[in-house]
């Protein structure tokens, strides 16, 4: 589907170094790094478990080992990659488009004794500064919903894969196409609230990887174990809109902070509405 809008570098950049502090806030951002959604399971007794589980999830489905040169992809404040080199021992390198999350990454990297294992920079995944065939595993946690050109992406990480490299991708899929101009509107929505400048349906999304020459390309919906975070955004909606109104009386927050805080109405309303499903994808080089 077509955004009614045009996402920027800068307006990446600008929502997510303006609403980190409401990630810090809900999500735990300062101890466990994560702005995904998690993965919930009869195992998980609450949302800091969760964001774990998530990466354990996709470690798993992507096979990592400690002798995989991983990158990750619109890594945000480096919690994945600090999850794999310290689990693992494998060397990861993530790239994002905001100076402040390199930043941040690299002192929680510094912190956890992992910092010679990683390395973070500032650098866009549609054009990338690694050289051909570099890493073993692309990896990319809800940050592919960012590129205006999915495939724009998907054909920079095939180049930056080994023969035989793997990519693993968890997000975010419409499940209308762009024709269904009504079903969209509550997506469209929720994509400004978040700098999205849409979101793809799943079939399209594996028929771009494979033109980019990936193989073996296949998926898994994990919609129902994000659902609880999902929910839980949700309820963050009514308590958000009101102290998001008093601290813009006082100057505290922005017209950003405030389409955050709608995000989590939209996101939920969307869901329920069957018009989004969350997948883990892998293919391979």
């Known amino acids: 589907m077509e955004s009614p809008f045009a996402v920027t570098e800068t307006t990446i950049i600008d929502y997510y170094e303006q609403c980190q502090v409401d990630y810090e806030i809900i999500w735990h951002l300062n101890t466990h790094g994560c702005m995904h959604y998690g993965y919930w399971d009869a195992t998980t007794p609450n949302l800091r478990s969760a964001l774990l589980n998530m990466n354990t999830k996709v470690a798993e489905m992507a096979g990592i080992q400690t002798s995989d040169k991983v990158l990750d992809a619109g890594c945000g404040v480096g919690g994945s990659s600090v999850f794999l080199a310290s689990r ?33 920079s500032v650098a866009n995944y549609t054009n990338m500064p690694f050289p051909d065939c570099s890493f073993d595993v692309v990896w990319a946690i809800e940050s592919v919903c960012h590129a205006v050109e999915k495939k724009d992406f998907l054909k920079e990480a095939y180049r930056v894969l080994k023969k035989g ?9 419409s499940n209308y196409p762009e024709a269904d101009v009504t079903k969209s509107q509550l997506l469209h929505k929720w994509a400004h609230s978040w700098a999205v400048p849409s979101f793809e349906p799943l079939v399209r999304f594996t028929q771009k990887a494979v033109d980019s020459g990936f193989s073996n390309t296949r998926s898994v ?22 102290c998001d109104g008093a601290l813009r009386i006082i100057g505290k927050r922005t017209a950003l902070h405030k389409a955050n805080v709608w995000s989590t109405y939209y996101q939920y309303k969307s869901l329920k509405a069957g018009l989004w499903s969350y997948h883990m994808l892998i293919a391979n080089k």
């Open 221 to 242: 919906d994990i919609t129902a174990h994000i659902a609880p975070s999902a929910r839980r955004l949700y309820y963050c909606f009514v308590p958000g809109i009101i």
């Open 88 to 120: 693992f021992g494998c060397q990861v390198e993530g790239i994002t488009l905001s100076p402040k999350q390199v930043a941040h990454a690299r002192q929680k990297a510094m912190a956890l004794g992992v910092s010679e294992a990683v390395t973070f």
């Open 165 to 173: 490299g793997r990519l693993i991708v968890a997000d975010f899929f």
